[in-house]
């Protein structure tokens, strides 16, 4: 007697439509060109939680995915953060030209 075995598929996810999700990265990518302008006081706490939160980020999808915990993140974040720092301040390049030359 041999048991048939199931594959279960997972439940469907949402995803917005085509045109959603393209006003939706056009009203994100107008907002972080609009933030050095309006913000140009407090810019260095924008660039210290911008980088904060894809560290943490990549931490959380490398532990849900393979269940590792890895610093390397940490690592990387540090040589992009001193870059950025070396770039925007020392060399006068305007914060979203060292944002977009980076990678």
Aim: charged letters at 5%; proline letters at 5%; hydrophobic letters at 50%.
């Amino acid at each position: 007697m041999s048991s048939a075995v199931q594959e279960q598929r997972p439940a469907p996810q949402y995803r917005a439509p085509g045109s959603v999700r393209v006003v939706t990265g056009v009203v994100v990518l107008v907002a972080l060109l609009l933030v050095p302008q309006i913000f140009s006081d407090t810019l260095s706490y924008f660039t210290i939680g911008l980088s904060q939160v894809i560290v943490v980020l990549s931490l959380g999808l490398l532990v849900r995915t393979s269940g590792q915990v890895s610093l390397c993140q940490a690592a990387f974040g540090a040589i992009g953060a001193v870059a950025f720092s070396q770039l925007a301040v020392y060399h006068g390049m305007p914060w979203l030209l060292v944002c977009c030359c980076r990678g």
